[in-house]
C-alpha cells in the first residue's frame, strides 16, 4: 500500500506526510469546522484542495513505468503542476460558482485546462492501467464526433474549447459525483481503513481466522477466504488484497496439500468478493448510496446476503475438495491460540462493531469512520501498540490510498462529462426501456456483457457508473426490478472479469504468486467463483435476498438459495457430505439441480427438489450398503449391543 515511499528522497517523503496530514486536517475542518468557526469552506474549493494534496502524489508513489523505483524528473513537474493547479482554482472557487468556466475564455484557463486533462489521464493510467485511460479519454473527446454519430448516437456540435471547459471545470465533470462522493463520504472510509491496517488489524485478523479455521479440514485455504474476505473490505482493491493476504495464504495451501492453480483461484475468489463485502466496501457501494440518495448503511444491509451466500460457496468448495483428497487442517501447535487472538483483536472488533452501530442506526455515514478512528487510537494505547511508527505508517497509508482513489475516480468524471453533455446516456437509456419492452432478458444480457468488457479495462468503478447512467435508469422505468438490486446487479457484474479468462486480473496474479499456469487458475477461479455469476440474477428478481420485502420471503429464499448453492458446489467438486464422492453422472444433476433450486422461482424449486431428493436417497443408501460390506463378519458394536 506505501508504493514507492521508502524510495522517495527525504524530501519527497515529507511532502507525502505533509500532504497526508493536511488533507485528513482538511477534511476534518470541512465535516466539524464550521459549526466551531462559524466560517464554512466553499464545496468548490474544498474539492480542488483535495486534487492539489492528493493527485500529486500519485506521481510519487505510482511508477510512470514499471521498475522504476525512484521518481523521474517529469514525475515531480507532474506533481508540482497539479499541486499548483488544484490550488490555483480552489483559490478562485467563489468566483467560479458565480460564473462558471464552462466555456473558458482566457487562454491560460484553457492552458491550464489541458494540462489537468492529460494529468488526470495519466493518473489513471499508472493506477487503473492504459486501457482505463484510453476509455476516459475517448469518451471524454465523444462530443467532438457525436455530431457526426448516427440516430441515437448524435450530439449537438460543440466548440473543443467548450468540450475541455466542461469536462474540467464543471460539476458535471472531474468535480461531478463520483469526486463529491469521495470528498463527503469516501474518503473517510479510506483514512480509517488506512489506519486499520498500518496498526495491524489484517495481521490480527488473519491470526483469529487461524485459530478458528485452521485446524479444521481444509484450514489453510478457509482462513485464506475468511482473511481475504476482511482485507478486501478495508482496502477496496483486488489485487491489492491479493498481493497482500496471497503473500501469505497461497503457500500455506500448497504445504496443506492444495494444488497450485486451486490456491490461486481460491485466494482470487476470495479477494474479489472482499470489494463489496459489509461493512466497508469499496468505492462502488460509496457512489451507488449518492446516485440512490439512500443512507449508505441501506447498501451496507442490502449486501450482506449475497456476500454470505457467496463467501459459504467458497467455504463449501474448500472443505469439500480436503474431504476428496483427505487433507487435513493445520497442528494446533502452529496456531496461534484463540483466546490471546481475539483479546489482541479487541481494539479492532470493538471498532467495527461501533462503525455497524454508527452506519446502520446513527446514520452518521459522513462522520462514523471519523468517530471510530477516533476510538481506536486510545484502545490501541491501552494496549500499548500505538506508536509513532503506527502512525506514520498510518499516514503514509492514507496518502497513498487516497490518492489511488482520486487516480480512479477523476477519469470517471470526464466520462460522465463526454456522456451526460451530449445527451447520449439519456438517449440510450430510453433505446433500452424499447428494447426491453421488447425483451426484457436482451436488455440484461446486453447489460452484462458492457459490464464484464468495461469490467475488463482494469476499473470496477468506471464500469459502475457507465451502466448506472445508461443501464440502470432503464430497468428501474420497466417497473421491474428494485432500484438498489439494479445498482448492485451492474456492480457483482463489473468485478467479475478479475476471475474470468481471458482477463482474469486477480487470478492471473494469485498463479504467480502460486507457481501455477494463469489460465489454470483463471480458471479454477471460474469453478470456485462460479455462485458469484447468478447470485446478480437471484437477487434482481427477488429481492428478499437484498432484504428488500416481507419477513416471510427472506426467511423462505434465503434458506433455498443457500441450499441450492450448496448441492451446486457439490456437483462441481464431485463431493457431498454424507453422500461421499459422488458418480460421474450425477455431477450435472446437482449442478443444474442446485442451480434451479436457488433460482427464486418456486415452479423451478418444485422441478429441482425431487429430482435431487431422490438421487441424495439412492446414493445415501448406495453408501450404506457398501459400509456394511465391508463391515467385520461379526457386524458392527452396535448390532453387537
Known sequence: MEGRFPHLPSWAKAWVLLSAALGLGLVLYYLFGTPLTGRALLDFSYYWLLVALFLPLTFLLFPGQGGEARPRGYDYALGLGTLGAGALLAWHGPSMVLRPWTNPEAPWQVGLALFLLLAVLEGGRRVGGLGFSLVALLLAAYPLVAPYMPGLLWGPPLPW?????????????LLGLPMRTVGELLVGFLI?????VATGAGEVFLKVASALFGWTRGGAAKVSVVASGFFGSLSGSILSNVASTGSLTIPAMIRSGFGRAYAAGVE??????????????????????????????????????PSFLYYLSLFAHVDLYAAKHGLRGLPRAELPPLARSLREGLPFLLVLGFLVFALLYLRLERLAPFYALAALLPLLLLQGKLSWANLHRGLVASASLVSQTLALILPVGLILAGLVGTGVAPALTGALVQMGQANLFLVLLVGVAIAFLLGMAGVMVAAYILL????????????????????????????????????????????????????????????????IYFLPFFFLFEPALILHGDAVSVLYHIPLAALGILLLVGGLEGQLWGLGPLPLWTRPLYVVGGILLAVPETLTSLLAAPALLA??????SRRRATTRKKAPLGGSSENKR
Open 615 to 620: 438421487a441424495s436417497l439412492w446414493l445415501w
Open 268 to 305: 482470487a475468489c476470495a479477494s474479489t468478493g472482499g470489494v463489496l463485502m459489509p461493512p466497508v466496501m469499496g468505492a462502488v457501494a460509496f457512489v451507488m448510496a449518492s446516485l440512490l440518495g439512500i443512507p449508505y448503511g441501506q447498501v451496507v444491509a442490502a449486501a450482506v446476503i
Open 161 to 173: 474549447t467548450e468540450v475541455l471547459g466542461y469536462a474540467i471545470y464543471s460539476t458535471q465533470g
Open 192 to 196: 480509517l481503513a488506512a489506519f486499520l
Open 468 to 531: 448506472a447512467v445508461t443501464l440502470a435508469p432503464a430497468l428501474v422505468r420497466l417497473g421491474e426490478f428494485v432500484p438498489l438490486a439494479v445498482h448492485l446487479f451492474i456492480a457483482y457484474w463489473s468485478m467479475l472479469s478479475a476471475i474470468t479468462p481471458p482477463v482474469a486480473v486477480a487470478a492471473f496474479l494469485a498463479a504467480r504468486l502460486a507457481g501455477a499456469h494463469p489460465m489454470a487458475a483463471g480458471l479454477e477461479a471460474v469453478k470456485l467463483g462460479l455462485a
